[in-house]
């Protein structure tokens, strides 16, 4: 029998030493995380909670690195993260970003580059299936720089802290890639991973009251289970919920089969 292990992620602010004052306060986001949590351990996912100031680099690394040594050919992770999300210039790093930039998750202590993600997902046996739900800005691939919702409700670092921050960080971020693109050289493969996100690269993700915008329309689809249909029929049922200025996004890395795409979402 299958083994299911589920990390969910929700940060409702940062700490704002880390970020040069800033906190982004947002409201749903440990909404998100609780309500993901519920729909995995229904569906008999062994589940892990990280709510703001837990959501750290070290917690979440070592959430999915104990998760890598559990899991074998056949069984699923679950991540989720609700968030703020993040884009750093990519200027060193091998030119596997279009727009040349990194996408981030902005978890509570710093930025966690889109490659750090696929860096944790490398680590799991070949034939684990990986599922990654992202309810944050920028998203469509993680994992134009927004202007922002007239109401501020948009999850996305701010153009201004972003950039003093990569100036700030830019010698670590800098060694940071030339690690991960060596051991991504070395491991030579990318993880068979299916990313539903909140949003394409070049958007924003809402904020909600209770919960975040793709979170909320993601609750509706899934309806308590009643839902039927693989991830593409998820995903399309999802995006119709939205308006078209969030559009979410189906991603595949490495060579999921048929068999796991046309699953139905959360089986173990």
Same mark, same amino acid.
């Given at each position: ?5 589920? @990390? ?25 995380? #609780? ?78 580059? !889109? ?31 927004? /202007? /922002?919702? !007239? ?42 991973? @299916? ?12 904020? /909600? ?9 993601? @609750?509706?689809?899934? !309806? ?7 991830? #593409? ?6 995006? #119709? ?8 996004? @189906?991603?595949?890395? /490495? ?14």
């Amino acid at each position: 029998m299958a083994t299911g292990l589920s @990390l969910h992620v929700g940060l409702n602010e940062v700490d704002p030493d880390r970020y040069e004052g800033w906190a982004g306060t947002l409201i749903a986001c440990e909404n998100d995380a #609780r309500d993901m949590e519920l729909i995995a351990r229904t569906a008999g996912f062994e589940t892990t909670v990280l709510l703001t100031p837990d959501g750290t680099v070290a917690n979440v690394t070592d959430v999915l690195g104990k998760a890598a040594t559990r899991l074998g050919p056949g069984d699923i992770l679950l991540f989720t993260y609700s968030g703020h999300g993040g884009q750093i210039p990519d200027e060193t790093g091998p030119d596997d970003e279009p727009d040349r930039l990194d996408e981030t998750l902005v978890l509570y202590d710093r930025q966690f580059l !889109d490659d750090e993600v696929q860096q944790a997902f490398r680590a799991f046996a070949d034939d684990v299936r990986i599922v990654s739900l992202l309810d944050c800005c920028h998203s469509g691939s993680s994992i134009e720089i927004p /202007g /922002g919702a !007239d109401d501020d409700r948009g999850r996305y670092l701010p153009e201004p802290q972003q950039r003093q921050l990569y100036e700030r960080d830019r010698s670590f971020l800098t060694e940071l890639r030339r690690s991960l693109a060596e051991d991504a050289t070395a491991d030579g493969t990318d993880p068979d991973a @299916l990313l539903v996100s909140a949003c394409q690269d070049n958007q924003t993700a809402a904020d /909600g009251d209770v919960n975040g915008a793709f979170t909320e329309a993601l @609750l509706q689809v899934w !309806d308590a289970g009643a839902f039927q249909g693989g991830y #593409r029929d998820f995903h399309r049922a999802i995006q #119709r919920r939205l308006p078209p200025t969030q559009s979410p996004n @189906l991603y595949l890395t /490495g060579s999921p089969g048929p068999d796991f795409v046309n699953q139905r979402p959360f089986t173990v």
